[in-house]
């Protein structure tokens, strides 16, 4: 999935191997425990950079999309490959009628270059709430509980997730970590162009925007074709706004992701 989506990428920006000076890629749902699945992309893309993972569930292309911009701003990455992937058929349990249907498997990728001075990173937030550990999780598979014969009988290398405390939560940090990026930016809600926010649930989605007041036609949905793909939500959607040109040079997007540890990235781009 990673791969496809960073050579899609790649051919529609024009980029050769040798162009990419770093890679990261969010997911918390890795083809293996090691190595990264990021050094595994790299090879299979024929890349000579740096590659790591960045694991921050549902936020991990939030993470790993600021992570990058860091990189750039400073002048460490000329040409940073950002990818957002996770398979999430492999990890739900599915006999959970409540939290099986709500998922997909998906992948995409950005470039970051540095562009003029009234393009790219306006503002972000980034936080973690680790109380909320228990409110999505996988209680094996890890060093702490390493995976058994008996774990696997208990279904315990799937996803539990408490829906209703993750949908309050939601709508709750992506209101407050919103409006925190507006404030710092000096920018109201009728000046964003579009939002895209991590593709977790129609209901989350539809009472965030009206917590930040955002009109509903500007707000981006795919849910409906892919359903949740944690860390391939977000570039899947800003692929698909680029391509149906509801984002343009000069357009104001905000994004915004949210998931498991609990954890949160938001930010305002301009394009």
């Keep these: ?15 050769s191997p040798g162009d990419v000076d770093l890679l990261v890629l969010g997911t ?12 595994q992309v790299q090879h299979k893309l024929h890349l000579r950079c740096p590659a790591f993972d960045v694991s921050a569930a549902c936020a991990g292309f939030m993470y790993a999309l600021v992570t990058g911009s860091q990189f750039v701003a400073t002048g460490c990455s000329k040409l940073a490959l950002v990818i957002g992937a996770d398979a999430n058929s492999r990890v739900v349990e599915p006999q ?9 498997d998906g992948a995409g990728a950005v470039l970051l270059a540095r562009g003029d001075e009234n393009q790219g990173l306006i503002s972000y937030t980034m936080g973690s709430d680790g109380s909320g550990e228990d409110l999505l999780y996988m209680k094996s598979g890890g060093s702490r509980s390493p995976a058994t014969v008996e774990t696997v009988q208990r279904g315990e290398h799937f996803m539990r997730m408490e829906g209703r405390s ?3 939560w939601a709508v709750r940090v992506i209101d407050r970590s919103v409006r925190d990026v507006l404030d710092f930016a000096k920018m109201t809600p009728d000046q964003i162009d579009l939002v895209v926010l991590h593709q977790a649930n129609i209901r989350i989605l539809h009472a965030a925007a009206e917590e930040i007041d955002i009109d509903c036609p500007k707000l981006f949905v795919n849910l409906d074709k892919y359903g949740n793909t944690s860390a391939g939500s977000i570039p899947l959607a800003l692929d698909e706004a680029v391509q149906q040109g509801r984002i343009k040079r000069g357009s104001n997007v905000l994004l915004c992701g ?13 394009w």
């Design 1 to 15: 999935l990673a791969v496809a989506a960073a050579r899609r990428a790649m051919d529609r920006a024009g980029v």
């Design 28 to 39: 918390f749902s890795p083809d293996l425990p090691i190595p990264s699945t990021a050094s």
């Design 96 to 104: 959970d009628k409540k939290t099986y249907p709500l998922f997909g």
């Design 166 to 168: 993750v949908f309050k």
């Design 258 to 270: 949210f998931g498991a540890g609990l954890v949160w990235g938001t930010a305002l781009w301009r």
